[in-house]
């Protein structure tokens, strides 16, 4: 029987840590994808949800086509606007639910930049545990040789 422990590392530990962490950046992935910013103007007549594909959803009432174009298309990008923010806003919940006080999110005000940072989360986490389990089969081997 391979002894799981060598040079003072406990390797189940490890592997388990690994694992954990994986499991918790694939869950905040699929998370941060299901996330929708939703916002309305103060009268009920621009709804929008945004979410990290752009505006998802748009919705006039039918008294909006009583204001000018102008005013129309100011309601809409601050509405839109709005949802964006409130969509970060959740981002930065998830994040900081994820990671604590280690939550690359902090400062960030960027949809697609938080989920790039996921994503190179994921791929660190990846990377480290394959080094992990090429390192113990080099111990293996040696240990078996």
Avoid: C, W
């Avoid at 990008?77 to 409130?86: F, G, L, Q, S, W």
């Avoid at 900081?96 to 697609?112: I, Q, V, Y």
């Amino acid at each position: 029987m391979i002894e799981r422990e060598f040079g003072g590392l406990d390797f189940d530990r490890i592997l388990k840590n690994a694992d954990e962490q994986m499991s918790r950046v694939a869950e905040l992935r699929t998370s941060m994808t299901e996330l929708v910013g939703r916002a309305e103007d103060e009268d009920g007549l621009v709804a929008v949800e945004f979410s990290g594909g752009g505006i998802k959803e748009l919705v006039l009432h039918p008294k909006a086509m009583r204001l000018t174009s102008g005013e129309l298309a100011e309601r809409i990008k601050i509405t839109v606007a709005e949802a964006a923010a409130d969509l970060r806003r959740q981002m930065g919940e998830v994040m900081e639910e994820a990671f604590g006080e280690d939550n690359p999110m902090r400062f960030g005000t960027d949809a697609d930049a938080a989920m790039e940072q996921v994503r190179q989360a994921q791929a660190a986490y990846n990377r480290t545990f394959e080094d992990l389990m090429g390192q113990l089969d080099r111990i293996r081997q040696r240990m078996e040789g």
